[in-house]
């Protein structure tokens, strides 16, 4: 079975534009999360979708959006992008009936400058 | 104060040496989760646990429902278990997001 997948893997944005990051679950996974990780504040939940539904969200603002499509596929957005957003962005994957455990994807490295 | 807190935060240890690394947590949990992320940023799932003990090869990791404590050791170690090793905790009522230790960073000389 292909893991999680993500792309792109490395993006360059400048502060003010909006980022679309996508997220492919593994084959059968319904339940995708996404997480920042920072040097200053480590992993941080972000938001966690089941079948095209938000069932969980962290302390993020308003900016830091998501959603999933019917094939479990997700996407994560920030708009009006600060410094701070320069992050590591890790989606993970979770099967029907172990939910607690998480595959994680390979992340996203956004740079904003 | 972190809901997960681990320790040490760094630990150089030369090869063949038996590592400890430690996490305690103070919120209710459905499961404990010890992840293993190497340089560039990928991150793999070793243990998911609740209770007792489990063991994959040369690693081990307990937990202490009780006390709200889990170790993961590693046995014989060597160079490729160089890593930042990351205790995550789930709090239940669903499949709901981790929340995560700040890590240990492990160095094992040869």
């Known amino acids: 079975k292909a893991g999680v997948t993500q792309t792109p893997r490395y993006l360059i944005k400048t502060r003010g534009q909006q980022v679309t990051l996508s997220c492919s679950p593994i084959s059968g996974h319904r339940s995708v999360s996404w997480y920042q990780q920072t040097p200053g504040q480590g992993l941080q939940f972000l938001f966690e979708y089941f079948s095209e539904t938000q069932r969980n969200k962290g302390n993020f603002p308003g900016r830091f959006s998501g959603r999933q499509f019917s094939n479990s596929r997700s996407e994560m957005n920030v708009s009006t992008l600060e410094l701070g957003d320069s992050a590591l962005y890790l989606c993970?994957?979770?099967?029907?009936?172990?939910?607690?455990?998480?595959?994680f994807g390979p992340g996203t490295r956004l740079t904003v400058t | 104060k972190n809901e997960v807190e681990q320790s040490p935060q760094n630990l150089t240890a030369q090869e063949g040496e038996f590592i400890t690394i430690n996490c305690s947590y103070s919120?209710?949990?459905?499961?404990l989760h010890w992840l293993q992320q190497h340089p560039g940023g990928g991150i793999v799932s070793l243990f998911m646990?609740?209770?007792g003990k489990k063991k994959h090869g040369r690693l081990i990791a307990t937990i202490n429902i009780q006390e709200k404590h889990s170790s993961l050791h590693i046995t014989a170690s060597h160079p490729r278990d160089s890593a930042v090793y990351i205790c995550?905790?789930?709090?239940?009522?669903?499949?709901?997001?981790?929340?995560f230790g700040k890590g240990t960073h492990l160095i094992i000389q040869p």
């Open positions: 993970a994957s979770s099967s029907p009936g172990s939910d607690y455990e998480q595959y």
């Open positions: 646990l609740s209770s």
């Open positions: 995550a905790v789930s709090r239940g009522g669903g499949a709901d997001g981790l929340t």
């Open positions: 919120v209710g949990i459905s499961a």
